[in-house]
């Protein structure tokens, strides 16, 4: 097998993959000899059978099918540990050349993390936090006497505490900058759709009967999502990359703490299955925690 790696904008990347024809005939020869052990032919034990006999029985498009379902993703891992790649979101594959007794080609689009350029944004941040002081029960606000002018009470300081956020995360936005590969928009766009889809679905709608009940277009639909995809991708982005400026960090103990505390059962094994989503979620929440005391 033989690859070359090239770079797009960004963190964007296209991976070309040569999969030689030995290769492709010896996985062919895999798939058909299980699939052989599967057919029963007059006169023949399973799978003892003449292969000429056996090959009328088969569907070739099956077995060539199955090849490329095993053959794809082994040379994609292989290609991006040979290429030291880390990418971020699922590849976009096309088989360019799939002939037989001729190698076969893929191209294979993907991208790593993007750059985040953080700008001043503790300057941003700290403006923000001096002029949206939040009260807290207990203490007086500088300045002032007079508590409902800062919240007045434990519901109120949640409600500026949330408005301040709402604001940082706004300017966050605004002056961090993200350069998003489309690979990796389009695939957010795809998930969102997907997942409107299952939606509707469930609901028991059709697709169009959705669109047409909202007083919506499909255009209209991807379009919003795409604003929705590239607000939430930069703002991952952004917070992540301010969580490795801070150095913020969720230690085994903390995401221990946090499951030891779910009392459904079924509940707590998937936090115990996707303790890395848990762990994503909660230094998100720690960043957010620290930017509203800079």
């Excluded at 029963?40 to 034990?45: A, K």
């Excluded at 350069?179 to 795809?190: C, G, K, W, Y």
């Excluded at 679905?201 to 379009?223: I, P, W």
Aim: charged share 35%; glycine share 4%.
């Amino acid at each position: 097998m033989t690859t070359a790696l090239t770079r797009l904008s960004g963190s964007a990347f296209e991976l070309t993959i040569t999969i030689p024809w030995a290769d492709v005939k010896r996985v062919y020869d895999e798939v058909f000899e299980e699939l052989a052990a599967q057919i029963e032919i007059e006169g023949f034990r399973p799978g003892k059978a003449p292969r000429n006999l056996i090959e009328e029985k088969i569907d070739k498009s099956k077995v060539y099918g199955e090849v490329i379902n095993r053959l794809v993703p082994e040379s994609y891992r292989k290609a991006l540990e040979e290429h030291n790649l880390k990418p971020v979101v699922a590849p976009q594959v096309k088989i360019t050349s799939a002939e037989e007794e001729k190698d076969w080609q893929l191209i294979a689009s993907a991208a790593e993390k993007p750059q985040v350029d953080l700008d001043d944004y503790k300057k941003y941040v700290a403006e923000i936090n001096a002029k949206n002081k939040i009260w807290t029960p207990g203490k007086e606000p500088e300045g002032s006497e007079d508590k409902s002018a800062q919240g007045g009470s434990a519901s109120g300081g949640k409600q500026e505490e949330q408005k301040k956020i709402s604001e940082i995360i706004d300017k966050l936005l605004e002056v961090c900058k993200v350069e998003l590969p489309a690979v990796m928009l389009e695939s957010e766009i795809s998930r969102l759709i997907t997942a409107l889809l299952e939606d509707v679905r469930n609901a028991g709608l059709t697709y169009e009967q959705y669109l047409q009940s909202s007083g919506q277009t499909a255009d209209g639909v991807k379009e919003k999502y795409r604003k929705q995809a590239e607000t939430a991708l930069k703002l991952e982005f952004i917070l992540e990359a301010i969580a490795e400026d801070l150095k913020i960090e969720v230690t085994p103990e903390e995401i221990k703490a946090v499951v030891e505390k779910e009392t459904d059962q079924e509940r707590k094994k998937a936090l115990e299955e996707q303790s890395y989503v848990l762990a994503s979620i909660m230094r998100r929440d720690k960043t957010i925690s620290k930017l509203l005391t800079l």
